[in-house]
């Protein structure tokens, strides 16, 4: 059973996506691999970032992700709750789209789609991210604030984040 909302169908550019959100023990093994390889390949290799990516987080997270049309995993994010990565904010993280669907939109979807997820789930809340310093411009037409807390993770400059909720 999916804990997270309605089986979202958009068409991109690409076709057909199909979004679906799961807690981590309701995806199977097909999308877990699909998630790994997804991000392997652009955290990883594109990013040459050699890092462990299951850094057991993943368990206690909501793992949206977007199927093409082929089946093939183009875009995902994890919604982390309240206390995992930070102590009084639910956050968005490993926002990822493949490189095949770049540059199309999907990366506003996706992130659209994470915020609408984070309510879903959540409610109306704060939501904080560690976003890549070069994308500050893409988060803040999402709402995005900077806290102006810029650092150096696994070697690349990111920026921490906050999505005030205006209604809370």
């Given at each position: 059973?999916?804990?997270?909302?309605?089986f979202?169908?958009?068409?991109?550019?690409?076709?057909?996506?199909n979004?679906?959100?799961?807690?981590?023990?309701?995806?199977?093994?097909?999308?877990?691999?699909?998630?790994?390889?997804?991000?392997?390949?652009?955290?990883?290799?594109?990013?040459?970032?050699?890092?462990?990516?299951?850094?057991g987080?993943?368990?206690f997270?909501?793992?949206?992700?977007?199927?093409?049309?082929?089946?093939?995993?183009?875009?995902?994010?994890?919604?982390?709750?309240?206390?995992?990565?930070?102590?009084?904010?639910i956050?968005?993280?490993?926002?990822?789209?493949?490189?095949?669907?770049?540059?199309?939109?999907?990366?506003?979807?996706?992130?659209?789609?994470?915020?609408?997820?984070?309510?879903s789930?959540?409610?109306?809340?704060?939501?904080?991210?560690?976003?890549?310093?070069?994308?500050?411009?893409?988060?803040?037409?999402?709402?995005?604030e900077?806290?102006?807390?810029?650092?150096?993770?696994?070697?690349?400059?990111?920026?921490?984040?906050?999505?005030?909720?205006?209604e809370?």
């Amino acid at each position: 059973m999916e804990l997270f909302c309605t089986f979202v169908q958009i068409y991109v550019k690409f076709g057909i996506m199909n979004w679906t959100c799961k807690y981590f023990d309701e995806l199977t093994l097909r999308e877990l691999y699909e998630i790994g390889k997804l991000r392997q390949e652009v955290f990883v290799l594109e990013q040459n970032c050699p890092y462990v990516d299951f850094d057991g987080r993943d368990p206690f997270c909501y793992h949206l992700m977007c199927f093409d049309e082929n089946n093939v995993l183009v875009a995902y994010s994890r919604i982390v709750p309240k206390g995992i990565s930070y102590e009084n904010y639910i956050s968005i993280g490993r926002v990822i789209t493949s490189s095949a669907v770049r540059n199309s939109g999907i990366g506003r979807l996706l992130m659209i789609e994470s915020i609408k997820a984070c309510e879903s789930i959540f409610g109306k809340v704060d939501i904080k991210i560690s976003a890549q310093t070069y994308l500050l411009k893409f988060y803040s037409s999402l709402e995005f604030e900077s806290t102006g807390k810029e650092y150096l993770e696994d070697g690349i400059p990111h920026t921490e984040m906050i999505r005030s909720c205006i209604e809370c």
